[in-house]
């Protein structure tokens, strides 16, 4: 009975935490997006009637009236919006008036305050401003973040080198400190990566190596290589074969010194455990057709928790100090540059999975509902500041771009009546609007059972996650 009142206690603790955290994150992201409407409205002179955290009935809130705001929170806080005073058909300016129950046409004191009679350029930016500021808090938090804590990055130490690669035929080795390429400083891994991924054709370039106390010079040229990662997204790159990992998990390993562990991983954990604080030879898979094989070192020191099976990290072996990160902190010019390339790397990588999975190449879930938000967003509190302050930054960046989307009831269906206001010179119909809204709330509606119902899914599903 007592384990039953501890499971229960751990469950009601765990889903506390996780709504708590989910519902703190969604009013910062949410609240920052309304407040870029709000600004605009402002701006352009139009009345902003309520601003509500949450949808339903108002549980509390203050101001309201002769054309002040009405600041509310609602019932179900999934969300916002702010209600812009005269947001009807300027060609037949009615509201419905509640005070005395009846339609009634605005005033001419009221027109100059509504929405339907600004110009379209001032209802775009009222429409984008939302959006807009959520991708400037990204860039922000970015920003700021590598230009003060630092940038998570791969110290310079190589724990892992892809067999057959250039870098392995060069002659470089477990455990070499890189210093500098092509005679400059390098401070991470992630310096060398930023030539050697991108260059088209590969260059030759020179290391200089710490190895055992005595400075080597190794030179070698990164080969391209084109294949089908494990989501299903096709890949193009440079290559140099040497990486730097944090942990594996048992399952994703296929052999173990040529013994085939595919599909056991206790058999891998077994192998693995009599080769602690060696150089062995390893398999991981690169996609469902093809495994690479890999020098890598194991040091027992990083794995005492194999010893206990209720510790969470059971499940994978560390090849470094979990608990020792490495961060970079970069020049307030270079953080800019860094956060536009991390945004823009964020979005092709989801226009790419997005089209794998329109083709029906990948398995890798798209949809998150409630459930699965919370988990990532309480997981990444649990990590930490950096973590929980990215996550953040990523989620603003996630409901910029979904707000953008051509939907009507989302911001980028709005835009696209504007837009056709602005390229035919009349607006669209109220009728049409008003089908093209249910429609899109049908879209939007059937969007959020199908991720609510995949969360559901996945959680009575045996977790099989990298």
Same mark, same amino acid.
């Given at each position: 009975m007592d384990l039953?009142? !501890?499971?229960?206690?751990? %469950?009601?603790?765990? +889903?506390?935490?996780?709504?708590?955290?989910?519902?703190?994150t969604l009013a910062i992201v949410i609240i920052v997006h309304e407040l870029g409407h709000y600004w605009a409205a402002r701006k352009c002179g139009v009345h902003v009637e309520q601003f509500a955290f949450g949808f339903g009935k108002e549980i509390f809130g203050f101001g309201g009236g002769d054309f002040k705001t009405r600041w509310s929170f609602c019932l179900f806080p999934l969300g916002g919006y702010v209600k812009l005073f005269g947001d009807v058909?300027?060609?037949d300016p009615v509201v419905w008036d509640h005070e005395n129950d009846c339609k009634r046409t605005l005033s001419e004191e009221e027109l100059r305050h509504a929405f339907c009679t600004k110009s379209v350029w001032q209802r775009v930016l009222i429409v984008a401003a939302g959006p807009a500021i959520n991708l400037l808090l990204t860039l922000i938090i970015f920003s700021l973040v590598f230009a003060t804590y630092g940038q998570r990055s791969k110290p310079l130490i190589i724990n892992?080198?892809?067999?057959?690669?250039?870098?392995? =035929?060069?002659?470089? &080795? /477990?455990?070499?400190?890189?210093?500098?390429?092509?005679?400059? &400083?390098?401070?991470r891994l992630e310096d060398v990566y930023d030539f050697t991924w991108y260059e088209t054709p590969p260059q030759s370039h020179e290391y200089t190596i710490l190895r055992d106390g005595q400075i080597k010079h190794i030179g070698?040229?990164?080969?391209? /290589?084109?294949y089908i990662d494990k989501k299903g997204v096709a890949k193009s790159h440079g290559q140099t074969g040497? /990486?730097? #990992?944090?942990?594996?998990?048992?399952?994703?390993?296929?052999?173990?010194?040529? +013994?085939?562990?595919?599909?056991? *991983? =206790?058999?891998?954990?077994?192998?693995?455990? &009599?080769?602690?604080? &060696?150089? +062995?030879?390893?398999? !991981? *898979? #690169?996609n469902d057709e093809r495994a690479d094989s890999y020098i890598i070192h194991f040091p027992s020191n990083v794995n005492a928790h194999l010893s206990n099976p209720d510790d969470e990290y059971y499940d994978r072996i560390f090849l470094s100090d979990p608990d020792n990160q490495y961060f970079v902190r970069l020049g307030v010019a270079e953080a800019f540059g860094r956060s536009l390339f991390s945004m823009k790397s964020i979005l092709i990588q989801g226009y790419k999975l997005i089209s794998v999975a329109h083709k029906g190449k990948t398995d890798e879930p798209l949809?998150?509902? +409630?459930?699965?938000?919370?988990?990532?967003? %309480?997981?990444?509190?649990?990590?930490g500041f950096y973590d929980y302050v990215m996550f953040? %930054?990523?989620?603003s960046f996630m409901v910029a771009i979904i707000n953008l989307l051509p939907i009507p009831v989302l911001d980028g269906g709005y835009l696209i009546f504007l837009f056709y206001e602005l390229l035919r010179g009349k607006p669209v119909s109220a009728r049409i609007q008003n089908i093209a809204m249910i429609i899109g709330l049908v879209i939007l509606g059937g969007i959020m059972i199908i991720a609510n119902i995949s969360d559901l899914i996945s959680m009575l599903s045996p977790i099989d996650s990298d």
């Open positions: 039953v009142l !501890l499971f229960a206690q751990n %469950a009601a603790e765990n +889903i506390f935490f996780y709504g708590f955290m989910f519902v703190v058909d300027v060609n892992g080198l892809a067999v057959g690669t250039a870098a392995y =035929e060069a002659g470089v &080795k /477990i455990g070499d400190v890189f210093i500098d390429m092509d005679g400059k &400083k390098i401070r070698f040229t990164a080969r391209h /290589i084109e040497m /990486i730097r #990992l944090r942990f594996i998990k048992f399952k994703r390993i296929t052999s173990v010194e040529g +013994i085939s562990t595919k599909g056991h *991983p =206790e058999k891998a954990r077994e192998l693995l455990l &009599k080769n602690m604080d &060696k150089n +062995i030879h390893i398999k !991981l *898979p #690169l949809l998150g509902g +409630i459930g699965k938000i919370s988990q990532h967003t %309480a997981r990444a509190a649990k990590a953040i %930054a990523g989620f």
